[in-house]
């Protein structure tokens, strides 16, 4: 039988003792499956399994995003379902293609070394997560919207668009609404939860008068790359549900950033990593300027570091489904409609599916690129509505790990930040980071096997 959870107050206990590691250690202490706040809590592979595969539980969204769709300006992708989530994906869809993104890796390539070339030789950036939400910007409003960096329309753009998140990531409790339970004390936290909905609202008034001329431009223009404004706009998207859309659009490839700044912190932690990734990298591209897709075959090494930050930082801790029909779990019938919550990190950390599941160690996936445990690894999810962003995430993550190892040293000087306690992390803190250009390449002639 499916056992009682924690208490609101005891998870948000644990929670800010524990910070992360409180998500596995939850698990352990309750069960794999638990019931909390009228939820089902899972991280039993083979349930997420049947959730995630089974069509009949992906046709309804959990009302737990249906919830969180009433933020102004967040209602998109992942808030639909049936017919409008078909349109809505399939107007989107031809920049979220293979073939497509891998026309880019030259444009993203340049457009790194482009937003590098501001640092000076010793410049001590503030915080290297908000450089890279800089970069990230312009690489998602081009490969999506069709924008040229630099172009004015495009920083005011990009600029509302990293405004609107980061208030909506606030590492402060008084401004989230994606807590693991709310309780009595949320109450007293409306006025704030309510101001803030408030300034969200009139963030997203001004993307939409940004999204408003851009729609105007490319009326008139050709018809040129697919792109989200005209995929939307022949979808039949009122303006404003466009500009909520591409809102949602760029906030889901901020987690991109945000898995890029775990690698760097990884491998400031981690130095020998730099050693072996830059050795393979001149191993595999020799002279030429960056990797394509073409090259991951090689890049052996540097897709398993890749894997082991998806692991180590899932860039949200938890997902929703929603039961299509009736089904058994621990010998419990659970209803249709029953609303369940998918522990990722959990998943990603549990010592039952992982050796030493809180070390950093890339090599895990030098025999297989599997987990052990099927469902166990899910960072992209799967079935019907897994992440249609993989390839992208995929392609940006190496092509500017290579940019910037190639041609810069990062020292972070914050080996031990705290994540957040939110369903959705970023760092509580900021990353202070030393940015000195390479002087000479010549040390990378050494292989990775050399340096293993």
């Keep these: 039988m499916i056992g009682k959870g924690p208490t609101v107050r005891e998870a948000k206990r644990l929670l800010k003792t524990r910070r992360q590691s409180a998500w596995v250690e939850m698990v352990q202490q309750y069960g794999k499956n638990f019931w909390y706040q009228g939820l089902l809590i899972s991280c039993d592979p083979e349930l997420v399994k049947k959730l995630l595969m089974e069509k009949v539980h ?6 737990l995003y249906t919830f969180l769709g009433w933020i102004p300006g967040a209602k998109g992708l992942i808030f639909l379902e049936g017919e409008q989530w078909r349109q809505g ?9 293979k073939t497509y993104i891998d026309n880019f890796p030259q444009f993203i390539h340049n457009t790194t070394l482009a937003y590098a070339s501001r640092w000076q030789d010793g410049e001590r950036l503030d915080d290297l997560f908000t450089s890279l939400m800089e970069l990230g910007a312009a690489i998602a409003l081009h490969i999506g919207c069709g924008l040229q960096p630099g172009d004015q329309l495009t920083d005011r753009l990009a600029t509302e668009l990293m405004r609107y998140k980061s208030q909506t990531m606030s590492p402060y409790p008084r401004d989230r609404l994606d807590e693991f339970g709310w309780d009595v004390q949320t109450l007293f936290r409306l006025p704030w939860i309510l101001i803030d909905l408030l300034k969200l609202r009139w963030r997203v008034h001004r993307i939409y008068k940004i999204i408003r001329g851009m729609l105007l431009e490319q009326q008139s223009a050709s018809s040129g790359h697919p792109n989200w404004l005209r995929g939307l706009q022949s979808a039949g998207l009122s303006q404003a549900q466009i500009a909520n859309q591409i809102n949602h659009l760029y906030g889901a490839f ?4 945000f898995s890029i700044t775990c690698a760097f912190y990884e491998l400031s932690r981690h130095p020998n990593w730099v050693t072996i990734l830059r050795a393979e990298f001149k191993e595999v591209l020799g002279d030429r300027p960056y990797p394509t897709r073409s090259d991951f075959p090689l890049l052996t090494h540097t897709l398993n570091f890749m894997q082991e930050v998806f692991r180590m930082y899932p860039v949200t801790m938890a997902v929703a489904r929603r039961t299509g029909a009736e089904i058994e779990v621990d ?15 959990a998943l990603h950390h549990h010592p039952d599916f992982w050796e030493n599941p809180e070390t950093f160690n890339p090599q895990r996936w030098a025999t297989s690129s599997s987990p052990c445990i099927p469902y166990a690894y899910i960072p992209f999810l799967d079935g019907p509505r897994q992440c249609i962003g993989r390839h992208w995430a995929e392609l940006e993550f190496v092509v500017i790990l290579h940019a910037l190892l190639r041609h810069y040293e990062l020292e972070l000087l914050n080996h031990d930040a705290r994540l957040t306690t939110f369903l959705i992390p970023r760092f509580a803190e900021a990353l202070p980071c030393i940015v000195r250009k390479r002087k000479t390449r010549d040390s990378d002639s050494e292989t990775a096997l050399d340096v293993l």
């Design 331 to 345: 010998g419990e019938q659970i209803p249709k409609g029953t609303e369940v919550m998918i522990l990722l990190y």
């Design 58 to 63: 992906t046709q309804k969204r959990s009302r």
């Design 89 to 97: 994906t399939q107007a989107v869809m031809p920049t979220f293609r």
């Design 254 to 257: 901020n987690a991109i950033d």
